[in-house]
């Protein structure tokens, strides 16, 4: 039977309809299946373009049921500035897997911060020690805001330390979310002396330069890499990497557009050196953190199977509380 149109979903809409908890939930799930090669491989394609660029991602998932997704993502980071636009826009098309009919279209920035601060916190459940009770984030915007909710889900954080080149960002990050998730939230200007203190680090920056040292990384640190979506941007000393338990969201993916990307560049490691993937420490090929003093990063690049999964419970979940608007492109 031919479905009854396809649904257009709006940011709003995907913000209602998608929890935090749940995406972990979806996330986790994703990784799982890749880890225990129940999946195609999802796809990339990157374009520059000035001042930012443009990617799509795809790839196929069976949930309830077959579904395809594609995300074309656009991302400027000096759009706030000069256009007062969102650093990152676009959509993703949800389509049925089974006969390619196009189940939604939905916006792509909501999904893409929940989907990423998700699989930062999924990472940090299997790879941070357990007991971790202090952060940094580095980059106080949206994706650093839901990299911490997301922390405060899977593990017992008590404190946390806010840095961004904007200091007032930085209070604004501080004050909001301290309220929020009721933890003690300081705004800082030294990077050094915060991740020092911490049992976790996340880089969700738009920088082009390495700016996490290795010197300021305590033993047993577990730090989430996650701003390097294009081979241009750039956060972490490429050394850190060579010296240090690497896990990856997609090998191949990190090794062009990661932090493994300047690593390698740097002949710093190998890709043999790499540890193995997220999704292979989630299905049990591979054990997590294996030390208390081990430093693991984890370079988190975006797959595409976490586009899907997010799409398909923000879909399903649309259609049982019929929100959005239906569209029939082929009357």
Request: hydrophobic share 40%.
């Amino acid at each position: 039977m031919k479905p009854d149109g396809t649904l257009l979903l709006t940011r709003r809409d995907v913000a209602a309809l998608l929890t935090i908890d749940e995406c972990i939930e979806a996330v986790e799930h994703a990784f799982k299946l890749h880890g225990e090669g129940r999946t195609q491989p999802p796809g990339m394609l990157g374009v520059h373009a000035p001042d930012g660029g443009f990617h799509i991602k795809a790839g196929l998932l069976e949930l309830n049921r077959s579904y395809f997704a594609a995300k074309v993502n656009a991302n400027f980071p000096e759009n706030v500035k000069r256009f007062g636009l969102p650093m990152i826009q676009g959509v993703v098309v949800l389509s049925d897997g089974e006969n390619g009919y196009p189940l939604a279209l939905m916006d792509s920035i909501q999904l893409t911060i929940q989907r990423t601060g998700a699989a930062t916190g999924v990472a940090a459940k299997h790879l941070a020690r357990r007991n971790s009770k202090t952060a940094t984030i580095c980059g106080c915007g949206n994706q650093g805001r839901i990299s911490l909710r997301a922390l405060t889900k899977v593990l017992p954080i008590e404190r946390a330390w806010a840095y961004d080149r904007d200091r007032s960002q930085a209070q604004r990050f501080a004050t909001e979310l301290g309220a929020e998730l009721r933890i003690d939230i300081e705004p800082v200007g030294d990077l050094q002396t915060a991740v020092r203190q911490s049992d976790i680090c996340v880089t969700c920056t738009p920088s082009t330069q390495p700016f996490l040292r290795e010197d300021f990384i305590a033993p047993g640190t577990f730090i989430a890499a996650v701003g390097a979506d294009n081979s241009e941007k750039w956060e972490l000393e490429p050394a850190m990497l060579g010296r240090n338990k690497v896990v990856v969201d997609l090998l191949e993916q990190c090794a062009t557009i990661g932090e493994l990307h300047h690593a390698l560049d740097a002949d710093v490691i190998k890709r043999d050196e790499v540890y193995g993937e997220l999704g292979e420490v989630i299905a049990g090929g591979k054990p997590g953190r294996t030390s208390p003093e081990e430093i693991i990063i984890f370079d988190s690049t975006g797959m595409a199977l976490q586009d899907v999964v997010t799409a398909a419970a923000v879909y399903e979940k649309a259609v049982r509380k019929g929100t959005g608007i239906r569209i029939d492109f082929a009357p």
